[in-house]
T-cell receptor, first 112, second 114 residues
């Protein structure tokens, strides 16, 4: 019974394409996040949403557009993919805007 | 600027030996403090957390961590390492900056030798 699930697990695409990653949590949390983990394992927050409202937008290029249709879902759409977008993207959730975070298993995006 | 420092990129210990992973943070007040573990191909799993109170906190899998305010440190320890503990370990701080943000250290990769 997965708590935070992301799809797809792997995503290989070419530069210039548009792709989406989906995230769902069944923990009843009201806050969701996207983190990016680069090739050196460094984790950086991209966005957070609370009850479908954008709370944190951490100077991410506007090619990245998160969408939260309800508090259990947070999707990430990426336009015009670039080589530098290759990374592992993690979705996470928490309650009341506070840590700790509960993470999904990540989506490995490879842009060729 | 707020930061989290894990000075050891990787550490190798023998199975059964004790372990200490170092973490220092730079922040004006005492933040929330966490240790997470990431196994290959997996997400991050919370090992333990410190919000307030007793400065020695117990976590899952036999791990503990001690908060030392004077040193701005939150080191992770385990008395006897098992081969299954080999993984990447991340120290993190939770900061309220008009929306809680969890900031991660660069991670320490733990290798366990037989």
């Amino acid at each position: 019974d997965t708590a935070v699930s992301q799809t797809p697990k792997y995503l290989v695409t070419q530069m210039g394409n548009d792709k989406s990653i989906k995230c769902e949590q069944n923990l009843g949390h009201d806050t969701m996040y996207w983190y990016k983990q680069d090739s050196k394992k460094f984790l950086k927050i991209m966005f957070s949403y609370n009850n479908k409202e954008l709370i944190i937008n951490e100077t991410v290029p506007n090619r990245f557009s998160p969408k939260s249709p309800d508090k259990a879902h947070l999707n990430l759409h990426i336009n015009s993919l670039e080589l530098g977008d290759s990374a592992v993207y993690f979705c996470a959730s928490s309650q009341d805007l506070k840590p700790p975070l509960h993470f999904g298993n990540g989506t490995r995006l490879t842009v060729t | 600027a707020q930061s989290v420092t894990q000075p050891d990129i990787h550490i190798t210990v023998s199975e059964g030996a004790s372990l200490e992973l170092r973490c220092n943070y730079s922040y004006g007040a005492t933040p929330y403090l966490f240790w997470y573990v990431q196994s290959p191909g997996q997400g991050l799993q919370l090992l333990l957390k410190y919000f307030s109170g007793d400065t020695l906190v117990q976590g899952i899998k036999g791990f503990e961590a001690e908060f030392k305010r004077s040193q701005s440190s939150f080191n992770l320890r385990k008395p006897s390492v098992h081969w299954s503990d080999a993984a990447e370990y991340f120290c993190a701080v939770g900061l309220n900056t008009g929306g809680f943000k969890t900031i991660f250290g660069a991670g320490t990769r733990l290798f366990v030798k037989a």
